[in-house]
């Protein structure tokens, strides 16, 4: 087995950070995890999934395996996730005025800039959106977009007509403010 496979093995093991782990047997998969520990045949590893929830333990051959990833942005982002299932996952409460005025696209997006809350719009047309409502009209607002990540990603107008559906609150718009304010600390 080579030195470097090794040597990232005991990395991840020692900073108890998570290693992704392709094989030959994956067929394009791979599986993202802790090591418990390796020896010349096998590395035993505590599969965490894409929702930060541990799914088991799985032994892979040292030898069907081709490449490992290490502290890159898809497995930090599973990490920051793991790390605060209790922000991700929270009960989320309705806003009051949710169940107390009629609801159209317009309010919630009024609304959605009034409380600055990150939303998720998904369009007609186009793609879909992650970002703050910063200017609001009945016709058009503008968006700063930002990525899965919580990565800046531009500002978009859009006519609100082309809104199909709006989500105020989920896993990954409160994955993005967490990102948003790691980055702000």
């Not at 088991?56 to 490449?67: C, K, P």
């Not at 949710?98 to 409380?115: D, K, V």
Request: net charge negative; with cysteine.
């Amino acid at each position: 087995m080579s030195e470097l496979f090794i040597e990232m093995f005991k990395r991840a093991q020692q900073e108890k950070r998570l290693l992704g782990v392709r094989t030959t047997q994956s067929e394009g998969r791979f599986s993202v995890g802790y090591v418990i520990n390796f020896s010349d045949e096998l590395m035993m590893m505590r599969v965490i999934n894409r929702d930060g929830m541990q799914t088991g333990i799985q032994s892979f051959n040292l030898e069907e395996i081709f490449q490992l990833d290490f502290d890159d942005r898809y497995i930090r982002n599973i990490e920051l996730k793991e790390d605060n299932l209790d922000k991700v996952y929270a009960g989320i409460k309705s806003p009051a005025f949710m169940e107390q005025e009629y609801l159209t696209i317009p309010l919630l997006l009024s609304r959605a800039m009034e409380a600055g809350q990150l939303v998720y719009l998904t369009s007609q047309v186009g793609a879909d959106l992650y970002g703050y409502i910063r200017q609001f009209t009945e016709q058009e607002l503008l968006l700063e977009c930002y990525t899965e990540y919580g990565e800046p990603d531009g500002l978009t107008v859009l006519r609100v007509e082309n809104i199909r559906s709006f989500v105020w609150s989920d896993e990954d718009t409160r994955m993005i403010e967490l990102h948003l304010k790691r980055r702000q600390q």
